[in-house]
Nanobody, 124 residues
């Protein structure tokens, strides 16, 4: 069982930056690949970024490449999403997810465990 708690959301102007954190509680956290997802009002949840536990490889949604960076601190059991040059269309509730199978995160947009989400609002 893995429990995930996101933080770091807020309101930022377009062009600004935010760093989201996802703290994990679970002894097997290190074996899980991690992902970030988001859901805008009236839209389905979509994949944003993923990080493999085994080799550190990453995948990103095309529209965030070059602006968002996913990283992980194994000592702190925390995964981060550094977001730069934010745009109004990035406004959404951001969720982190954990799964033993890396490909599920970016290929299916699914995860075994989810956090409760954190709101990011980008004003124009």
């Amino acid at each position: 069982q893995v429990q995930l708690v996101e933080s770091g959301g807020g309101v930022v102007q377009a062009g600004g930056s935010l760093r989201l954190s996802c703290a994990a509680d679970g002894r097997t956290f290190s074996r899980y690949s991690m992902g970030w997802f988001r859901q805008a009002p009236g839209k389905e949840r979509e994949f944003v970024a993923a990080l493999s536990w085994s080799d550190g490889s990453t995948h990103y949604k095309d529209s965030v490449k070059g602006r968002f960076t996913i990283s992980r601190d194994y000592v702190k059991n925390t995964v981060y999403l550094q977001m730069a040059n934010l745009k109004p269309e990035d406004t959404a509730v951001y969720y982190c997810g954990a799964d033993l199978i890396y490909g599920k995160l970016y290929g299916l947009g699914s995860a075994d465990y989810w956090g409760q989400g954190t709101q990011v609002t980008v004003s124009s």
